[in-house]
């Protein structure tokens, strides 16, 4: 092919000013920055965190140190104007150097959302209906824990490392522990969705199998005990990323994705 030649005119140049990378101020959005320079993607970053200070959360994903710090500098910058309602926190959900994770990808969501990351998509669709039955009954457990003991659950029902524990117990072992002990009701429907002889073993296979999953870069098991009620639906993160900390009675979030490889 090498008689072949090929000619490229550049026929249009555009450009674009950095308030155009910016969520509009009254109508929140997320939005990513991969290209410019490192300082260009940063300060797109830092305009839209400002910009949403007092509204709304910000989850920054990122892998720039840079950013980190200099989001740390713009929380100093804004901590004399808490009046103003600028004021927020930040919480580093995986510090560099840790061994440890602190996300929990399950805090805070809805029962169908919490159905639709554990059961992977390629699950054919009737086995996915049976398999959404068996973990609709754990967390429906989850629901009713909660509800006569919330303490220990923070703000939310649901959480990985209590999913993990419950699905991982024999069905014995579950009816003595746990089921026994609910309202008759919620135990009786509890019992009728696990009652397909091999129901746990299927629930539990698909709660580790996301486990592993978010094991690798997100979260880290610590049992129920020590759950760490953090997500960026938590009005009381005891870590997140860097996240700004909204009024509890605000649930808007948008993200920022930051890459520092682009050039």
Request: hydrophobic share 40%; net charge positive; aromatic share 8%.
């Amino acid at each position: 092919m090498a008689h072949v030649n090929f000619a490229r005119l550049v026929t249009q140049r555009r450009e674009l000013r950095l308030s155009d990378a910016l969520p509009q101020a009254g109508a929140p959005s997320s939005f990513a920055a991969f290209c410019g320079t490192a300082d260009q993607r940063r300060r797109v970053a830092l305009q839209g965190i400002r910009r949403s200070c007092g509204r709304m959360g910000v989850v920054v994903l990122q892998n720039d140190p840079q950013l980190a710090s200099d989001v740390g500098s713009l929380r100093d910058g804004l901590g004399g104007n808490a009046g103003s309602g600028l004021a927020f926190r930040t919480y580093s959900m995986n510090p560099a150097g840790s061994f440890e994770h602190y996300y929990d990808p399950l805090y805070g969501v809805s029962v169908s959302a919490a159905l639709d990351m554990l059961v992977a998509d390629d699950v054919p669709s009737a086995e996915a209906h049976l398999l959404r039955n068996y973990l609709s009954a754990y967390l429906r457990i989850m629901l009713v824990q909660f509800r006569m003991h919330p303490e220990p659950f923070g703000a939310y029902p649901f959480n990985l490392d209590l999913l993990l524990d419950l699905t991982e117990m024999s069905p014995s072992r579950l009816e003595s522990d746990v089921i026994s002990h609910m309202p008759d009701r919620d135990a009786l429907e509890v019992r009728t969705a696990l009652s397909q002889e091999d129901a746990q073993q299927r629930a539990y296979a698909a709660v580790r199998t996301f486990a592993s999953e978010m094991g690798a870069y997100l979260w880290t098991r610590r049992g129920f005990a020590r759950h760490t009620c953090a997500s960026v639906a938590s009005p009381f993160a005891t870590a997140a990323l860097p996240l700004s900390r909204c009024p509890r009675r605000t649930k808007r979030y948008f993200a920022v994705c930051i890459k520092s490889c682009a050039r």
